[in-house]
């Protein structure tokens, strides 16, 4: 199943070379340009880069270089006190929401609760004391045939629903998806848009503000709940079908993203590949979701997701083009955006060395390696022999 799985999947990104034609494509708007030196960088970060002056906007960011979509509490994170799963935004996530909240535990309850009055009722009428003489019978072939009937018929009624979703689940993506690769690395996620001119991503945890020297950037409310909050978030378009790869750099990890009913594991040295759409625009998170090791808790997937064409904005702000929108930007050397990259910077305490800045020349990336080297990440390595 999954050597076939492999298989289309190299045909799928054998075909996705750009040039593919593209559903969503919007041209980038053409854009206000934004004046990089005085805006690209967070206080207290002298600007290094006030000569890059990028082509698009990134709209995901304000001018100040934060972003500009806030974490909602109660919409694609951990609630407190909540019952229950998160709301779902994919259809596969929504019908097994449903399939969950209206077949499995129903059902689950009522078995239990049968079973446990048998079980009660047999424990007080049987017990020695009421009953000293007990029955000698060894069949009762009606008893026996509907105890086996029974299961039998129930499992048959949780298989199709299930078999359905799984099926779904696992449905190849249609051509014109979006691919988004994420790549997992002791310990953070980077991700590579193949079809969008190899953009590449370098996500790292945000630190509390206790955790990070001053001047560097750290956590707000805004990015998301500790502990899930990304300096870098994965940008991706709603309505539109997307491809997920995931690979790993090291070891096994997990791309999971509770809000999309999504969890995939991420092994080296090979693809796997599932498909969602996103119904509703906003801002998600998720969690590595394999032990990896001692950081494994410290690498949090944040989604935001957004309107078609301000994700062309983005993918023209990155460097990146729409598929079947040849040669827009071939050519013209895009700066990498630099309110993008001091933050980045900040957050990481590194130099511009090995920072995930985007290149639209640069041909996309043809092995799995992690957009950078991330210093963050090795460094935080240090943390975990406290
Ligand atoms: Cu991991």
């Known amino acids: 199943m999954l050597g076939l799985t492999s298989i289309v999947l190299a045909a799928g990104l054998a075909l996705a070379a750009p040039g593919q034609a593209q559903t969503t494509t919007a041209p980038p708007a053409a854009s206000p340009t934004q004046s990089a030196g005085t805006s690209g960088a967070p206080a207290g970060t002298p600007s290094t880069t006030a000569a890059a002056t990028p082509v698009t906007a990134d709209p995901t960011l304000d001018a100040a270089g934060r972003p500009v979509t806030k974490a909602v509490p109660g919409m694609g994170q951990p609630t407190a006190k909540l019952w229950g799963l998160q709301d779902q935004v994919t259809p596969n996530g929504r019908e097994a929401h449903w399939f969950h909240n209206m077949v499995l535990l129903p059902l689950i309850t009522v ?37 086996t009937l029974l299961p039998v018929l129930i499992l048959i009624a949780i298989a199709v629903p299930s078999i359905r979703l799984l099926a779904a689940q696992f449905k190849p993506a249609p051509k014109d998806a979006v691919t988004l690769k994420a790549i997992g690395n002791q310990w953070f996620w980077s991700y590579e848009y193949p079809d969008h001119g190899g953009i590449q991503l370098t996500s790292n945890m945000l630190k509390e503000q206790t955790e990070v020297a001053p001047g560097q950037r750290f956590r707000t409310d805004a990015d998301g709940p500790r502990l899930l909050a990304t300096d870098t978030r994965v940008v991706l378009p709603v309505g539109v079908p997307i491809r997920l790869v995931t690979t790993a750099q090291d070891v096994i990890h997990s791309w999971a993203m509770p809000a999309f009913w999504i969890k995939l594991d991420a092994v080296p040295g090979r693809l796997n590949e599932t498909s969602f759409i996103i119904e509703k625009p906003g801002l998600y998170f998720g969690q590595c979701s394999e032990l990896c ?3 494994h808790a410290y690498m949090p997937i944040a989604v935001e997701a957004v309107a078609p064409d301000v ?3 983005w993918v023209a702000a990155k460097g990146g083009k729409m598929p079947g929108q040849a040669g827009a930007q071939s050519g013209s050397k895009v700066p990498a955006e630099p309110g993008n990259d001091s933050a980045d910077d900040t957050a990481n305490g590194t130099s511009d060395e090995g920072a995930p800045t985007v290149n639209a020349t640069a041909a996309p990336a043809v092995t799995n390696k992690p957009a950078t080297q991330n210093p963050a990440g090795l460094g935080q390595a240090d943390q975990s022999n406290d």
């Open 293 to 295: 090791g001692t950081r």
């Open 111 to 147: 078995v239990t609760l049968i079973v446990l009055a048998l079980l009660i009722y047999v424990m007080v009428r049987f017990r020695r004391a009421a009953n000293p003489t007990p029955s000698r019978t060894s069949h009762n072939t009606v008893v026996e045939i509907v105890w």
């Open 311 to 313: 994700f062309a904005r």
